[in-house]
C-alpha cells in the first residue's frame, strides 16, 4: 500500500517541574492511502502524543525534540505555521474522544460546520450551508436541515460524535486521526459509529489512524495495528496475526489479560504497573515486568526487528 | 452456592424530579421504575446497560444512600427503609460500595491509614493498636503494601487506588458490596488484577456482590447471574449461562452482538440499532425498547410488557421474545 503519512523517529518530551519525560521515545510507523490503522496502548503510552505531534498540537510543557512526519513530500514538522493551518482540519483532521468538550456549546451546529468551509473553501454562506447538510446526512443525522441549527447541548453523546466525525470529513481531509472516538458512547451508539466510520471510509477512502485502548475495537476495524508502550512502538503488524500470534511479551500479556467468551477462573495479570515516564527503567522499558526477560533487556535498548513479513517487534528476543 | 436470600428488592422505583422552581413545578425523571431482583449469598448477580439506564441508581437505592420512591429493600429479612437510624447505621457496615472512579471518590487530604480505617472509628471498642493491625491486614489482603499506610493518594496509581477503595469497603467485613463500575476507569493490564482481586475476596470472604457494569466481558467472567436494564426497567435476568447461550429479549440480543471482541476475522452477525436510548424524562409508551426494536410490532408500542418467567431462573419483558 503506497504510504500517505509517515512518521519516523518522532520525539517528544515535557518539561516539569518533575523532571522531563519522555512521553515519545523514537516512534515510526506510517498510514497507506485509505487505509484503517489501529494505535493501541494503555494510558501514558503516547498514542494521544504522537497523533498530536502530526498536527503540531502538543500542548504545553510538551516539545517535539526532534522527527520527521512526512506527508506530501514535506516534513511537517518544518513548515511555517501559516501553512499548517492550511493542512490542519483540511488535509488531515482529528477527532477526539469527549465530543462535548470538543464542540463550542455557544455557536450552533450550522455555525461550526461551516466555519471551516469559509476559512479553508471560501465558500458562501448558502453553499456551506448545503455542505454541511449533506455531511450531516452522510453521518445519518435525521432530519439535518432542522438539526443544523441546534446547539450541541440539544444532542445525545452519539449525535454529537456524528457531528464531530462531519465536521472532520467537511473537507475531504485525507487522514483523519480518530482518538478514542468511542470510549465516552455506549456499546450500541459505538457499534453505530464504529460501522459508520468503515463506511465512510470505503465510501471516501479517507485514511484512519483510529487510537484505542480497546482491543476488541481494534480487531474489528483496523487492518493493521501499531501497539505502543511507554511511548516507544514495541509491536506492529497486521490484525490478525497480532491478535493470534502476538510476538512482544507485552502485547502478548496484553491479550491474555483480557476476558475470553466462556471464560472462568483467575485472569492472566501482568507482573507491577506501567512504570513512571520520569523513571524509566534502563534497557527494555518493558523488562521489569517481562515474563522472557533475559540479561541484555536490562542493559541496552532492544533491536526492532521484522519477524514475519510486514510483523516487527521491539525485543531481544528476536535478535 | 447456598440457596440462601440475602437482598430482595420489590417494585424499586426512583423518580426525580429535575428543573423544579417556584414557577414550574418540574419533570420526572423515571431513573428507576418498578425493579425487582434478590441476591442469593455468595451470588454475583450484575446489573448491566446502557448510561441512563438506572443501574448505579439501583444500587445506591439498594444501600439507601437515597431513599426510594416506591418499592422495598428487604436485607436479610429487614425492610432496610423501616430501620430508624441507629440500627441502619449498625446495618451499613454488612454493606458496603466501591466506587468508579478511584480519583475523586478517594479524600486527598487522608492518608491511607485514615482513609481505609475511617469506617473503624464507628467501633469505639477497638484500640488504636487493634485498628491499625487490622488496616495493615486489610492492605495486604488487596496487595498494598505496609510502607504504604502513611501515603497520600495522588502517590498511588489507578489500580492502587481502586485497591484503596477495595480495601476501605472490605475492611468493614461487609457481607454485600455494591461494586458500582469499580474497573471502567482502569487500564486492560490493571483491570485483570481487580477482578482477580474481587474473585478471590469473595472466595475468602464469602461476599455477595451486586455487581454494576457495562463492560460485558467482564461480567460474563465473574457473574453468576445477569441482569439486563433498559430505561429504567428490568428487560431480562437469567444465569450467565442462559443468557449468553440464549438471550431472550431483543435488547440484550442486540447488546451483546454490539460488544466487540477480539476475535479477528469471525463473521458477526452484528445488529446495528438505530437512534440513541431515548430520555427518561419521557420514555417511550408501552415497551420501553420498542422504538429501537428490530423486531417491534404493533402491540409493543401499546402495552408495556410483564416481566415474566420463560424458563426456570430466566425472566423477560418482552411480548414476543426471541426463539419462542
Request: net charge positive.
Amino acid at each position: 500500500m503506497e504510504s500517505l503519512l509517515s512518521i519516523e523517529n518522532l520525539e517528544v518530551s515535557f518539561h516539569t517541574s518533575q523532571g522531563v519525560a519522555q512521553a515519545v521515545c523514537g516512534v515510526s510507523y506510517d498510514i497507506g492511502r485509505g487505509e484503517v490503522l489501529g494505535v493501541v496502548g494503555e494510558s501514558g503510552s503516547g498514542k494521544s502524543v504522537t497523533a498530536l505531534s502530526v498536527l503540531r498540537l502538543v500542548p504545553y510543557p510538551g516539545r517535539i525534540s526532534a522527527g520527521r512526519i512526512n506527508y506530501e513530500g514535506r516534513d511537517l514538522l518544518k513548515v511555517p505555521e501559516k501553512q499548517m493551518r492550511k493542512v490542519r482540519g483540511d488535509r488531515i483532521s482529528m477527532i477526539f474522544q469527549e465530543p462535548m468538550i470538543s464542540l463550542n456549546p455557544a455557536f450552533t451546529i450550522e455555525n461550526q460546520l461551516t466555519e471551516a468551509l469559509h476559512n479553508h473553501r471560501k465558500m458562501s454562506q448558502k453553499e456551506a450551508r448545503e455542505r454541511a447538510i449533506e455531511m450531516l446526512a452522510l453521518v445519518d443525522i435525521p432530519d439535518p436541515a432542522k438539526r443544523i441549527k441546534d446547539y450541541p447541548h440539544h444532542l445525545s453523546g452519539g449525535m454529537r460524535q456524528r457531528v464531530m466525525i462531519a465536521e472532520a470529513l467537511l473537507l475531504d481531509p485525507d487522514v483523519l486521526l480518530a482518538d478514542e472516538p468511542t470510549t465516552a458512547l455506549d456499546v450500541t451508539v459505538q457499534a453505530q459509529v464504529l460501522d459508520l466510520m468503515h463506511r465512510l471510509n470505503e465510501r471516501i477512502g479517507t485514511a484512519i489512524m483510529l487510537i484505542t485502548h480497546n482491543l476488541g475495537v481494534v480487531a474489528e476495524s483496523a487492518r493493521r495495528v501499531v501497539v505502543m508502550y511507554c511511548g516507544r512502538v514495541v509491536e506492529q503488524g497486521p490484525v490478525k496475526e497480532i491478535f493470534e500470534e502476538a510476538r512482544h511479551p507485552y502485547t502478548q500479556g496484553l491479550l491474555k489479560s483480557i476476558p475470553k467468551p466462556g471464560g472462568r477462573g483467575k485472569l492472566f495479570e501482568m507482573e507491577g504497573i506501567v512504570p513512571s515516564l520520569f523513571e524509566l527503567p534502563q534497557g527494555c522499558p518493558f523488562n521489569p515486568r517481562c515474563p522472557q526477560r533475559r540479561p541484555e533487556c536490562a542493559q541496552s535498548a532492544p533491536p526492532w526487528r521484522e519477524v514475519q513479513p510486514g510483523h516487527h517487534a521491539l525485543c531481544w528476543l528476536y535478535a | 452456592m447456598s440457596l440462601k436470600t440475602i437482598l430482595k428488592v420489590e417494585d424499586l422505583t426512583k423518580y426525580f424530579v429535575v428543573g423544579r422552581s417556584l414557577f414550574n413545578s418540574g419533570e420526572v425523571v423515571k431513573a428507576v421504575d418498578g425493579v425487582s431482583f434478590s441476591l442469593m449469598q455468595g451470588e454475583t448477580l450484575s446489573l448491566v446497560g446502557e448510561s441512563g439506564c438506572g443501574k448505579s441508581t439501583t444500587g445506591r437505592l439498594v444501600l439507601r444512600l437515597i431513599p426510594p420512591t416506591r418499592g422495598t429493600v428487604i436485607y436479610q429479612g429487614q425492610d432496610i427503609a423501616k430501620l430508624p437510624a441507629d440500627k441502619m447505621r449498625k446495618l451499613r457496615s454488612d454493606m458496603q460500595i466501591i466506587f468508579q472512579d478511584p480519583w475523586s471518590s478517594l479524600n486527598p487530604r487522608m492518608t491511607v491509614k485514615e482513609i481505609i480505617g475511617e469506617g473503624l472509628r464507628r467501633q469505639p471498642e477497638l484500640s488504636r493498636a487493634q485498628r491499625k493491625k487490622m488496616v495493615l491486614e486489610m492492605m495486604e489482603t488487596v496487595g498494598l503494601r505496609p510502607e504504604h499506610y502513611d501515603r497520600h493518594p495522588h502517590e498511588f496509581s489507578g489500580g492502587q487506588r481502586q485497591r484503596l477503595g477495595v480495601a476501605r469497603a472490605l475492611i468493614m467485613r461487609p457481607k454485600l458490596v455494591v461494586a458500582d463500575e469499580p474497573l471502567s476507569a482502569l487500564d486492560v493490564s490493571v483491570q485483570a488484577q481487580v477482578v482477580n482481586l474481587l474473585a478471590r475476596l469473595k472466595r475468602d470472604l464469602g461476599l455477595s456482590y451486586l455487581f454494576i457494569s457495562h463492560d460485558l466481558a467482564i461480567v460474563e467472567h465473574i457473574s453468576d447471574r445477569i441482569a439486563v436494564m433498559y430505561l429504567g426497567k428490568l428487560m431480562e435476568l437469567a444465569s450467565k449461562r442462559q443468557l449468553f447461550a440464549q438471550p431472550r429479549h431483543p435488547y440484550t440480543q442486540a447488546l451483546f452482538s454490539a460488544a466487540p471482541t477480539t476475535e479477528v476475522g469471525r463473521e458477526k452477525n452484528r445488529i446495528i440499532l438505530s437512534g440513541d436510548v431515548p430520555s427518561p424524562l419521557n420514555p417511550p409508551k408501552g415497551c420501553r425498547f420498542h422504538t429501537r426494536c428490530p423486531l417491534a410490532q404493533e402491540d409493543c408500542g401499546q402495552l408495556e410488557p410483564e416481566f415474566k418467567l420463560l424458563a426456570p431462573g430466566h425472566w423477560v419483558a418482552c411480548h414476543h421474545p426471541l426463539n419462542d
